[in-house]
């Protein structure tokens, strides 16, 4: 059974700094492309960011230049480095598999953890 595990999470002050860590356990054969979306109360759940497992990156518009999204030295492990936050970075932030890459072979995959809480505020 695949799980995805968040961590990372709290709170901070706005131009402050958090690192959000998701690992996949459970056996599983693929590499995986995985994204960060987030979820701030009252709102529907959007993008931030996503890594291929070849090291492509892509982003939400409102994190270019303070967030980076990076891959572990452990396979299907990726982090969130978040720089500057604001406070409307204020979230539940949720960790996703998009494709399982396994040799030649690309399928896709949605997979989620459960989410790690992130508030930004003085």
């Known amino acids: 059974q695949v799980q995805l595990v968040e961590s990372g999470g709290g709170s901070v002050q706005p131009g402050g700094s958090l690192r959000l860590s998701c690992v996949v356990s459970g056996y599983t054969r693929c590499s995986y492309d995985m994204s960060w979306y987030r979820q701030a109360p009252g709102k529907e759940r959007e993008f931030v960011s996503g890594i291929t497992s070849d090291g492509s990156t892509t982003y939400v518009d409102s994190v270019v230049g303070r967030f980076t999204i990076s891959q572990g030295n452990v396979k299907n492990t990726v982090y969130l480095q978040m720089n500057s936050v604001k406070p409307e970075d204020t979230a539940m932030y949720y960790c996703?598999?998009?494709?399982?890459?396994?040799?030649?072979?690309?399928?896709?995959?949605?997979?989620w953890g459960k989410g790690t809480p992130v508030t930004i505020s003085s």
């Open positions: 996703k598999t998009d494709v399982c890459r396994y040799g030649s072979a690309r399928s896709p995959s949605s997979y």
